[in-house]
């Protein structure tokens, strides 16, 4: 009996404590200089797993990862006989993770350095369901344009699912901005992972298994993420489809009977995400999407929501003249809703993780529980 506790602790030991795995296909370039950013970071942190998924890049991306591995990069790096499509890609990433951790990371971001350091002090004070790793947007020089908490804040736990939902919302879909815990999900009831593959939403099928049956989660408030502005990110339908159509398919795939937070999930994209991108679109703001007959399409799914109405039914309807200043009121009537729970949440920061912070060098105020 002791000799196989032993070995299990030993195979544990051995185990990296988080995988980074990045789908890629033919962004050869972007693929540089996100393994740049982590060469610095990884080349002698051995609890990190890095693993490339490529889609059968037509590129140079063998020969980019080739270069780094050569440099003494550790990669374990799979290639595609044949592009097997986005969804499938991710969901190779996710099967090959060997991690306690797994952090699917799209391959024209960035970890901005001194992010993995962060990231792994983090992980080993006490065990997460999922983390989501707040973010800022980049054109072109990710350095330069790096922005920060106002506050000054690293971290926040939270203790229950319905709270992280409200407080990530749509973020959950950023791809790169969250990390789940793979021994949790393996031991929960979820669906076929490969229902998910052609919903352009395939990393659903993992983080809200877990969002709807665990506890303890992570929000990382330090901006440790930079995401690539004016990329399409693989997607070859328009935002009505992923956002509306197939987004409500995954939310009753996964979350059963944990309506109060496929509400929430819901509402968030209704309240926020929906209006800001479509304003955007009308602005001429976003080369990223298509979105042609939104209210044909979104109607059927939320009609009888009454949030469609005020926030997203004018922003498509009313003229450009007057669709702008309904939506910075309705933004702003959207930003006043959680100003009573910031001031109830405030008391709960006396709670502090001070060994962390000291690890990490930061003050103690910086991490905090709910």
Known sequence: MESETKAKRQTEDM???????????????????LLSSLFGQLIAEPRVELIISD???????????????KRGLRVRYLRNETNVGSGANFLQCFEQAGGKYVWIFADDDIIVPGGVA????????????????????????????RTSDRFGRLAEVIPDGLQFARRIGTMITFISGMIVNKDIYTKIPHPQLTDFVDTSLPQLG?????????????????RLVAGR??????????????????????????????????KELRNSTLRAWFPTTI??????????????NMHEKLVPIFKNNWRYWIYIYPV????????????SMTMFANWLRPIHLRYVFSTTFAYIYSNAATRLGLSTKQIARV
């Open 229 to 262: 502005n004016g990329n399409r990110g693989g997607w070859d339908i328009e935002i009505c489809q992923i956002f509306g159509v197939n987004f409500e398919r995954v939310i009753q795939m996964t979350l059963g009977d944990r309506g109060n937070i496929a």
């Open 279 to 292: 304003m955007a679109i009308r602005l001429g703001k976003s080369e990223l999407y298509e979105a042609p």
């Open 206 to 222: 993992w983080l809200l298994p877990v969002l709807a049956s665990s506890s303890n989660y992570l929000y990382v408030w330090e």
């Open 316 to 327: 498509i309807k009313l003229p450009l003249g007057l669709a702008g200043p309904w939506y």
């Open 55 to 69: 889609n059968a890049s037509p590129d140079e991306t063998p020969a980019v990862v080739a270069d780094y591995v």
């Open 118 to 145: 962060k990231i792994l002090t983090l992980l080993t004070i006490e065990d997460y369901a999922l983390v989501h790793v707040s973010s800022y947007g980049f054109r072109s020089d990710y350095v330069t344009e």
């Open 15 to 33: 185990r990296p404590l988080l995988t980074i795995a990045i789908p890629t296909y033919n962004r050869s370039r972007f693929l540089k200089e």
